[in-house]
């Protein structure tokens, strides 16, 4: 995303591997279904700087599907954190995962930070992990990795996206970011990847061909096999707006395990319309029913 070829430098940081040897898991939750199909949190270990809120339901939304809220106590990620995330989707359950708001990339002088989230989607499991963007202040330096193992049976939406933010309007930019999206199966096979480093710096220039105007962007994967990954391509498609503050495309994953879209957006506001719109057309094409709304 750099406008330039990856360096072997750059490879080695994106490699499969633990982004930090000493990143503890800060999130550690398990989720399973009782015998009336309603999902609970059946573990839980969550750290500082993270919290999690009771879980809340919204009516038929579907039956028994929680919606949990991830809060950070520490006002966003700062140089040298090393954070860990892992989520377990037990059989035949179903949830929503969020972030309470969006995540602050703090300013960092001669360090980085690096946040890790793994999620296991069991056989007939439905969940959704769709945090707020994270927003990347000047100087800021970030390796994110975001890895799905998932059942053939089972269906995970899951989206990371980014904004750039000058709190000073001192026309400053972040550092970098070096960003991994990885699907696989139960047993670690490698089914899909998605990685790239931005540098801010090429962002901030606005090159035509690379980013242009659109300083804010986001992926979206749904992986399903319950419908046909040219049935959610085409639904994906056809959910957005015909907008020039978006710029989007949506393509097959290999071997057809699901689908991937890629969003770029003038400002935060048309970021969040468009994912918005990617997991409500989702949604409705697996479980039949766009989702309502969540307080924020």
């Not at 395990?257 to 697996?286: I, N």
Request: net charge neutral; charged share 25%; glycine share 8%.
């Amino acid at each position: 995303m750099s406008g330039d070829r990856l360096s072997s430098e750059h490879l080695a940081a994106l490699a499969p591997g633990e982004l930090h040897a000493d990143a503890r898991i800060r999130v550690d939750l398990r989720l399973e279904a009782d015998p009336q199909g309603r999902t609970f949190v059946a573990r839980q270990r969550v750290a500082y700087p993270f919290h999690l809120g009771r879980s809340l339901f919204v009516p038929d939304d579907p039956p028994g599907m929680p919606t949990l809220y991830i809060q950070s106590c520490s006002g966003g990620i700062f140089e040298d954190d090393a954070l860990s995330w892992k989520i377990v989707a037990g059989e035949h359950t179903q949830a929503h995962v969020t972030t309470s708001a969006s995540t602050i990339v703090h300013s960092m002088q001669t360090g980085d930070a690096a946040q890790d989230v793994s999620i296991e989607a069991l056989a007939g499991s439905f969940l959704e992990y769709l945090p707020d963007p994270l927003i990347l202040f000047p100087r800021a330096r970030l390796h994110s990795r975001l890895r799905v193992r998932v059942h053939p049976q089972a269906s995970v939406l899951a989206c990371d996206s980014l904004l750039p933010h000058d709190p000073g309007a001192a026309a400053q930019h972040f550092d970098w970011i070096f960003a991994e999206l990885r699907v696989e199966d139960l047993e670690g096979k490698l089914l899909a990847r998605d990685r790239y480093r931005l540098d801010g710096a090429t962002l901030s220039r606005g090159l035509p061909g690379v980013t242009g105007q659109f300083s804010c962007q986001g992926g979206f994967i749904a992986l399903s096999r319950k419908v046909s990954a040219a049935e959610l391509v085409a639904s994906l498609r056809a959910a957005l707006p015909g907008s020039n503050d978006i710029y989007a495309g949506a393509t097959r994953l290999p071997g057809d395990c699901g689908v991937w879209m890629r969003v770029l957006a003038r400002d935060s506001g048309a970021l969040r319309e468009g994912l918005r719109l990617a997991w409500y057309s989702a949604r409705k094409s697996l479980l039949g029913a766009e989702p309502k709304p969540r307080r924020k």
